[in-house]
């Protein structure tokens, strides 16, 4: 079945960088698009970003601009998200999803903690 | 950039007809994919398109368009309806961006 499996949760300190993957699985990689989508506790989805894993080309939320890179590697059907600069608030659960547009399935998501 | 704007709170009682309205400039030009999430789950497709469901999806789940409103019509509403429901749709900037709406925290009464 098509699956998306991501990496497990991380603490990080202000200023830090984290790097989260998600392994897809049950599907040709290259077919779909995977975009990251993010929730804080309590609070709503917040899209972040998209990726084209055939061609490479990413396109970002006018918000994470410039903090925010999408990757991947096809040899292992696996795509990244990497957020810089991290502060209080990227505290979060983030999703990745296959796109494009209609987003299905999702991943399990994984919970990033930025704390002092 | 674009926004989407829902209610934040709507109710229906058990096996009643309810409606969640989601209002957007971008929706006046692309479709709207509606998202149901459960506490602790990851959010779930179930509207996609002009009005297809996923595999799975119950039939009592519908949705529409007309002009910048999309809805999500849940007939017959079961208690394991009680969820939080977003919206989504291309940003009217275009190239691939796209933007969620607040959420609609449906209660089955």
């Known amino acids: 079945q098509v699956q998306l499996v991501q990496s497990g949760a991380e603490v990080k300190k202000p200023g830090a960088s984290v790097k989260v993957s998600c392994k897809a699985s049950?599907?040709?990689?290259?077919?779909?698009?995977i975009n990251w989508v993010r929730q804080a506790t309590g609070q709503g989805l917040e899209w972040m970003g998209w990726?084209?894993?055939?061609?490479?080309?990413?396109g970002y939320a006018q918000k994470f601009q410039g903090r925010v890179t999408i990757t991947r590697n096809t040899s292992i059907s696996t795509a990244y998200m990497e957020l810089s600069s991290l502060r209080s608030e990227d505290t979060a659960v983030y999703y990745c999803?296959?796109?494009?547009?209609?987003?299905?399935?999702w991943g399990q998501g994984t919970l990033v903690t930025v704390s002092s | 950039s674009s926004e989407l704007t829902q209610d934040p709170a709507v109710s229906v009682a058990l096996g009643q007809t309810v409606r969640i309205t989601c209002q957007g400039d971008?929706?006046?030009?692309?479709?709207a994919s509606w998202y149901q999430q459960k506490p602790g789950q990851a959010p779930v497709l179930v509207i996609y398109?002009?009005?297809n469901r996923p595999s799975g999806i119950p039939d009592r789940f519908s949705g529409s368009s007309s002009g910048n409103t999309a809805s999500l019509t849940i007939t017959g509403a079961q208690a394991e309806d009680e969820a939080d429901y977003y919206c989504?749709?291309?940003?009217?900037?275009?190239?691939?961006?796209?933007?969620f709406g607040g959420g609609t925290k449906l209660t089955v009464l």
């Open positions: 999803a296959r796109g494009p547009g209609d987003f299905d399935p």
């Open positions: 971008s929706l006046r030009s692309y479709y």
């Open positions: 398109g002009k009005n």
């Open positions: 989504n749709s291309r940003d009217s900037s275009g190239n691939h961006l796209r933007v």
């Open positions: 049950g599907y040709t990689f290259t077919s779909y698009d």
């Open positions: 990726m084209n894993p055939n061609s490479g080309n990413t």
